[in-house]
Structure formats: structure tokens, C-alpha cells
């Protein structure tokens, strides 16, 4: 087990967070990480490590910080947008795949449409049409 933190070390790191937590850092760049927490004490990381109640204490402040919150509403606005992209390529897929179908249903009859000209021209038989009275009688 290792051993706890002596009570000027634990002083230290509280008033490093404090520091941290009202916008005032000496000795780093002020983000609410642990590595600028250990750095603003003056201490070791592993020396931080060991101080459990602390380390809970900054966790709890950090997690209700404007920051972190900040943080998880730009986490769920990210996923938010990675599903409506997700979606609208799919849409996508469904609609190139339309345009993949009708492509080759006008290309069909493009071709049928120039095989019946090519047919027209070669007929050279052309048969009146009749009226139905006329037809009748």
C-alpha cells in the first residue's frame, strides 16, 4: 500500500485547484487537467496519485465545471451530427441508386426508340388508317 500524502502536500494541491478553478495558474496554462493540477502544486504526479481525496474532490469539481459541461454537450452534439450524416448518405446511396435505375430505363428506350425509327424508315408500305364507320360498313 502506498503511503498517504503528508498534510503541507495536500495543502498544496488544494490550493493549486483553487488556483486552477478561479482562472489564476502561476505555473501552467489554467486547463482543468491533472497534469496542470500536479504541475501547479509542485509536486509528482505520483505523489498526486497518492492523494486519493483529492484526486475525488477535483474529479467531482471538474465533472460540474462549465467546461466539462461545455464538453458533453459539444460530445452530444457531435454524435447528433454524426447521425444525420450518417442518414443523409444513406439517402444519398438511395437516390443515386434511382438515378442508376432510370438511367438505364431512358437508355432502353433510347434504344428501342431508334431501333423502331431505323424500322419506320425501311418500311415504305404506309397503310391508311381507317374511320370505325367506314369500317363497319
Do not use: Y
Not at 17 to 24: N, V
Not at 29 to 42: M, Q, V
Not at 53 to 79: F, G, K, N, Q, Y
Amino acid at each position: 500500500m502506498t503511503a498517504p500524502v503528508s498534510p503541507a502536500t495536500q495543502q498544496r494541491l488544494r490550493e493549486a485547484m483553487k488556483r486552477l478553478f478561479d482562472r489564476q495558474p502561476i505555473h501552467t496554462d489554467g486547463k482543468l487537467t491533472k497534469n496542470n493540477l500536479w504541475r501547479e502544486a509542485g509536486v509528482s504526479r505520483a505523489t498526486m496519485n497518492r492523494a486519493v481525496d483529492i484526486l475525488a474532490e477535483w474529479s467531482a469539481r471538474v465533472a460540474d465545471s462549465p467546461a466539462e459541461a461545455a464538453a458533453r454537450h459539444h460530445t452530444a452534439e457531435l454524435a447528433e451530427l454524426r447521425g444525420s450524416l450518417e442518414a443523409s448518405r444513406r439517402r444519398c446511396r438511395q437516390l443515386q441508386d434511382q438515378v442508376d435505375a432510370a438511367a438505364t430505363v431512358i437508355a432502353a428506350l433510347a434504344a428501342e426508340n431508334a431501333a423502331l425509327r431505323r424500322q419506320a424508315l425501311t418500311t415504305s408500305a404506309v397503310v391508311p388508317l381507317q374511320h370505325r364507320a367506314t369500317a363497319r360498313a
